[in-house]
């Protein structure tokens, strides 16, 4: 805990802030991006990009790019997301074909917004019929888990293209199926054994709907969820060069609204 002076400085050089009333509260260890803004770096220890459009808060996801921030859990270290649909494209999920995951370098700084899973864009000249039970990785039948489709805007009644677990071996597939997309789509999040399978993941991408990604990151951040669940609020001494939990709210704390600053 900090010295109410500590709790003091913090509050008044690094106050929290909305892009709308009804819009998540920003606070440390994020900040909102803003041309105007005197806050110091020491307001900010985190991967996440945040930034006002109008009343609504955007995420600069590494992957997804543009994404509606509709809540922010500070004791679990997540933000609630939805992609933005591109209006002038016809098929959206072409744009989020890239060459390849980011190189360690970018691993290395352990931002988990940078968590994907690899997919791969398949076509086949028939409909797929996923197995619903546990398959051999060379009879032809894919697992129902790790294929999503077929996708209609990169369809037509003679090929049918699929989102499939790149980790998947190319075996799994059918003889008619073959891989189309040079790069991968990168899906946000992780496969785990009681988690969200590839399909869960992928399916809430591709249809724009609400999903959940992780800015945990080790350092900093983990620290301020330590003091979030706590029920106190995260700070960082400059002087000290450490994080440290706010006992109180300061007196005289102000909530600061940015808009149309993107």
Partial sequence: MGSAWEEEDFARNCPPSRCSDS???IRFPHQLESSNSSSSSSCSASCAR???SGPDTILHHPFLGPC?????DYKKA???IIPLVDSLSSCPLQKLIIDNLPEPDYRSSRCSLYNAQPGKIVCCSKVLTPSMSPTNDYDG???DHAVVGPISCLSDPSHFSYLVDAYEDIYSLPLDCKAVSKGIVPISGAVTADGPTFKQLAERILNFAETTVSWSEGGIPDNCVQCEQQGQRCAFSSQRNQTFCMGHKPHGTIL?????II
């Fill in 23 to 25: 819009g998540p509260e």
């Fill in 50 to 52: 945040l930034a006002c």
């Fill in 68 to 72: 509606k921030v509709t809540a922010i």
């Fill in 78 to 80: 997540v933000f609630q």
């Fill in 141 to 143: 039948n894919i697992a």
């Fill in 256 to 260: 600061i609204r940015y808009q149309n």
